[in-house]
């Protein structure tokens, strides 16, 4: 009864936050851009390693923004690329491409994107990935939302373009939840959670909180520790947007080992928050989700506890299913909802495994082996 009477508790625990994060995103007002015309210089840094595949597309896509050219400026950083990155990037001469030559570091995207800052000469500085595309709107849908919320830092939405295949069908859901609880905890301000494919902050912010000066020895984090940086220094200034025309889109893994390795690497910087805010929730989630490993294991003993698992199970999806169509909605992607339920059980397996090997295990990202 002292097992079922935890495991309760964290259920109920859990359900709360969920309903939680459901009814705060349903909170967030949809953004409408004003007329006003834009002023503000705008650099774009994308920091990027073996994106010869993708970077065509994302340079082509910010080319046809709507933005005005003359406030605007593009720079990629190449991380050390071993193909044809940094060749294909040269041939688009409205892009400012710089090479990163830095070895023996842990993080190499903090330091591409702070090599990037250091060359950019906009206020505003907007980041986002080599394999992501961006909508014509994007940057004048962030730069209004900029001058009308006074933010120094804003959160906007990623979405995974995904094919058909299992793994990417269950990461876009993955990313899609993840997406909809940042939303919700940026607007009411109960924690720290980004994206780095599609972040915006002023340049002065970021060299008013030394950039990464602290947590540079970190492998990941360029933007989820940046920005609790930034929210320290600058309270009650950040802000999410809510708006389609702000979506940027990235590309999917393709495999089970790289998504695990995406992922694990996701949850490397768990205890490396100094916002305990989200450590909480995170324990909470994962301390959850191991309890039907738990239940699954004492039913050897009772089979009372395989029938616990399976309600839990059930409640769970019941609980997660509302919040799932409020996103699902936003993002263009109710057709992914009669899967939710069939992948309940590898969800669940996913996040003991990436949780467990986040934090004594080692990823391999970008050719490179990360303890």
Same mark, same amino acid.
């Given at each position: 009864?002292?097992?079922?009477?935890i495991?309760?508790?964290?259920?109920?625990?859990?359900?709360?936050?969920?309903?939680?994060?459901?009814?705060?995103?349903?909170?967030?007002? +949809?953004?409408?851009?004003?007329?006003?015309?834009?002023?503000?210089?705008?650099?774009v840094?994308?920091?990027?390693?073996?994106?010869?595949?993708?970077?065509?597309?994302?340079?082509?896509?910010?080319?046809?923004?709507?933005?005005?050219?003359?406030?605007?400026?593009?720079?990629?950083?190449?991380?050390?690329?071993?193909?044809?990155?940094?060749?294909?990037?040269?041939?688009?001469?409205?892009?400012?491409?710089?090479? &990163?030559?830095?070895?023996?570091?842990?993080?190499?995207?903090?330091?591409?994107?702070?090599?990037?800052?250091? /060359? /950019?000469?906009g206020?505003l500085?907007?980041?986002?990935?080599?394999?992501?595309?961006?909508?014509?709107?994007?940057?004048? $849908?962030?730069?209004?939302?900029?001058?009308? $919320?006074?933010?120094?830092?804003? +959160?906007?939405?990623?979405?995974?373009?995904?094919?058909?295949?299992?793994?990417?069908?269950?990461?876009?859901?993955?990313?899609?939840?993840?997406?909809?609880? $940042?939303?919700?905890?940026v607007?009411?301000?109960?924690?720290?959670?980004?994206?780095?494919?599609? &972040?915006?902050?002023?340049?002065?912010?970021?060299?008013? +909180?030394?950039?990464?000066?602290?947590?540079?020895?970190i /492998?990941?984090?360029?933007?989820?520790?940046?920005?609790?940086?930034?929210?320290?220094?600058?309270?009650? %200034?950040?802000?999410?947007?809510?708006?389609?025309?702000?979506?940027?889109?990235?590309?999917? +893994?393709?495999?089970?080992?790289?998504?695990?390795?995406?992922?694990? %690497?996701?949850?490397?910087? /768990?205890?490396?928050?100094?916002?305990? %805010?989200?450590?909480?929730?995170?324990?909470?989630?994962?301390?959850?989700?191991?309890?039907?490993?738990? &239940?699954?294991?004492?039913?050897?003993?009772?089979?009372?506890?395989?029938?616990?698992?399976?309600?839990?199970?059930?409640?769970?999806?019941?609980?997660?299913?509302?919040?799932?169509?409020?996103?699902?909605?936003?993002?263009?992607?109710?057709?992914?909802?009669?899967?939710?339920?069939?992948?309940?059980?590898?969800?669940?397996?996913?996040?003991?495994?990436?949780?467990?090997?986040?934090?004594?295990g080692?990823?391999?990202?970008?050719?490179?082996?990360?303890?």
């Open positions: 009864m002292v097992l079922t009477g495991i309760t508790a964290l259920f109920i625990t859990y359900a709360l936050l969920i309903i939680y994060y459901w009814q705060s995103w349903k909170s967030i007002p +949809v953004f409408q851009p004003s007329q006003h015309p834009p002023s503000t210089k705008i650099s840094i994308v920091p990027a390693r073996n994106e010869e595949i993708h970077i065509e597309a994302l340079l082509h896509s910010i080319n046809n923004q709507t933005y005005p050219k003359e406030l605007l400026e593009i720079i990629v950083v190449d991380d050390n690329s071993t193909d044809n990155t940094a060749s294909l990037t040269l041939q688009f001469s409205f892009v400012k491409l710089i090479s &990163l030559k830095e070895q023996g570091i842990n993080s190499h995207k903090k330091k591409a994107i702070e090599t990037g800052v250091a /060359a /950019a000469s206020d500085i907007i980041t986002t990935d080599a394999d992501c595309m961006v909508p014509p709107n994007w940057l004048l $849908t962030i730069e209004n939302f900029y001058k009308k $919320t006074n933010a120094v830092f804003v +959160v906007a939405p990623v979405d995974i373009n995904c094919g058909s295949s299992l793994v990417q069908v269950f990461q876009a859901m993955d990313f899609m939840v993840l997406q909809g609880i $940042t939303g919700a905890s607007y009411k301000q109960v924690h720290s959670m980004c994206n780095g494919a599609n &972040l915006a902050y002023e340049r002065k912010a970021f060299h008013a +909180v030394n950039g990464f000066m602290g947590i540079d020895h /492998a990941s984090g360029d933007d989820m520790l940046l920005m609790y940086k930034i929210e320290k220094h600058f309270t009650g %200034r950040i802000q999410y947007l809510k708006s389609k025309n702000a979506i940027v889109s990235t590309q999917p +893994v393709k495999s089970w080992t790289a998504f695990f390795n995406q992922r694990i %690497r996701w949850a490397s910087k /768990a205890d490396k928050y100094d916002d305990k %805010r989200i450590f909480w929730v995170l324990l909470v989630v994962y301390l959850f989700n191991l309890s039907f490993i738990v &239940l699954l294991v004492a039913g050897f003993w009772s089979a009372f506890y395989w029938w616990a698992a399976l309600v839990l199970l059930i409640a769970k999806t019941l609980v997660e299913y509302p919040f799932l169509i409020s996103i699902s909605s936003f993002f263009n992607k109710k057709y992914m909802l009669p899967y939710f339920a069939f992948l309940q059980p590898l969800h669940i397996l996913y996040t003991i495994i990436a949780g467990w090997l986040g934090k004594f080692s990823y391999e990202w970008k050719g490179r082996r990360v303890k």
